[in-house]
Every structure is written in C-alpha cells, then in structure tokens.
C-alpha cells in the first residue's frame, strides 16, 4: 500500500493471539506519547495516548505501557484480528507542538 | 462523526510549480497541523498553526512553504516552487484545544512532483 514501508521492522501473529509492538523513543524531555494506527493509504488514526505521569493505560484490547528510565514505549493488542493488520507508529511530544514520530512496524494478522 | 477533509486526494505538478493543498480541519479545533510522509516512511511534522500563526515548524518548513487560514474553515499548505523531493503524502491534522491531545488526521494528499 502507499503508506507502508518496504523496510520495516515487520511483526507477524496469528488470529487470536496477543501482540507486542515496541518503540523506543529518544526525548527524555517528552512527556506525551500516543500510538497511531495506519492503514493502507490512509492517513494515521489515533488508538491510545499516556502521559509520563503514567505507566500503563488500557483502551479496548489495547494497552499502552511507557518505560521512562529507558525510554520504551509498547502496545499491547489483545486477541488480535485481521483488521488490525497495519503500520502503528509511536509518537512523542514534550510540551510544545511538534509531534515526533517513530519509524513504524508493520503487523501482519494471519487468519 | 466530525472529520478532517482534504482535498485534491491527488495532485501532480511540474518542478518549479506552486501548489496549494486544502484542508477542512475539525469545525471546534483550535490547533492545526501539516505532516508528510514521503512513500516508505515515518510521518514527519511540518508545522503546527494555532490563533492565526505559526507556533512552530521543523527545519523542513523552509522558505517555500507557508501556512494560511483563509477563512473560518479552510486550512491550506503553500509550496511555492516544488522540488521532485517534496514529492509524498501530505496530511492535515487536528486537535480541540492544545497539542497534547488527540490530533485527528485526514486522509491525505498525494503530491507527485514531476
């Protein structure tokens, strides 16, 4: 699709099964961070966000855990499904109003 | 449910041609965004707009873009003369009232720089 990459860090699960997909960001000074969903041509959709005061968050099968003492971010999706087949990216923000993100990953949901 | 529109979907143009890309952002946002993402890649922030200016943009925003709110409603993204590399997807994006918040996203522009 337009929007997926041809080199990315590429995770695969099966139908039914739980998936991790981890980021590591670089801004000790963030203290905003959200994952975004997105799909073949389409622009990214938000999923779940936490502030550094936090360190887990759970959304709707998904869960958000942030690690701010090295930096790592995750997403935690729950009895994945074949619409959750995507690229997700994280994405930091410290306070001002640029939002930076990471590189991506795609999932591959097999049925 | 509100969305952010923009619009032409695709947009293909001569080196050295200016072009503009519109956006509708949410009717009640405050906070507006230009992103790219060149095909392959991570999404890139461009620029951040809020009460009628810039309030911040990266060392991509040079000289030859420019952001304008024309009206109440439309949001639009000034290239003033495309290079091939500022060929990709552009997006608009949204937020209610401050930059750590959702930020909802359109479904982009295409721009294809020839």
């Known amino acids: 699709g337009e929007s997926v990459g041809l080199h990315l860090p590429t995770l695969s699960v099966q139908e039914g099964d739980n998936s991790i997909i981890n980021c590591a960001y670089s801004?000790?000074?963030?203290?905003?961070f959200i994952w975004y969903k997105q799909e073949s041509g389409k622009g990214p959709q938000f999923i779940i966000d936490i502030r550094s005061n936090m360190d887990k968050r759970q959304g709707q099968r998904v869960t958000v855990l942030l690690n701010k003492t090295v930096k790592h971010l995750s997403l935690q999706i729950a009895a994945t499904q074949p619409g959750d087949s995507a690229v997700y990216f994280c994405a930091e923000n410290d306070g001002g109003f640029k939002t930076i993100f990471g590189a991506g990953t795609r999932l591959f949901v097999k049925a | 449910e509100p969305e952010v529109t923009q619009t032409p979907s695709h947009q293909v143009t001569q080196m050295g041609q200016e072009v503009i890309l519109h956006c509708v952002p949410i009717s009640n946002h405050l906070y507006f965004y230009w992103y790219r993402q060149i095909l392959g890649q991570k999404v890139e922030f461009l620029v951040s707009?809020?009460?009628?200016?810039?309030?911040?943009k990266s060392e991509i925003f040079d000289d030859q873009f420019s952001v304008e709110r024309p009206d109440g409603s439309n949001f639009t993204l000034k290239i003033r003369s495309t290079k091939l590399e500022d060929s990709a997807m552009y997006f608009c994006?949204?937020?209610?009232?401050?930059?750590?918040?959702?930020?909802?996203f359109g479904p982009g522009t295409r721009l294809l720089v020839l």
């Open positions: 707009f809020y009460n009628n200016e810039i309030s911040e």
């Open positions: 994006a949204s937020s209610r009232v401050t930059a750590q918040e959702t930020q909802y």
């Open positions: 801004n000790s000074a963030s203290d905003y």
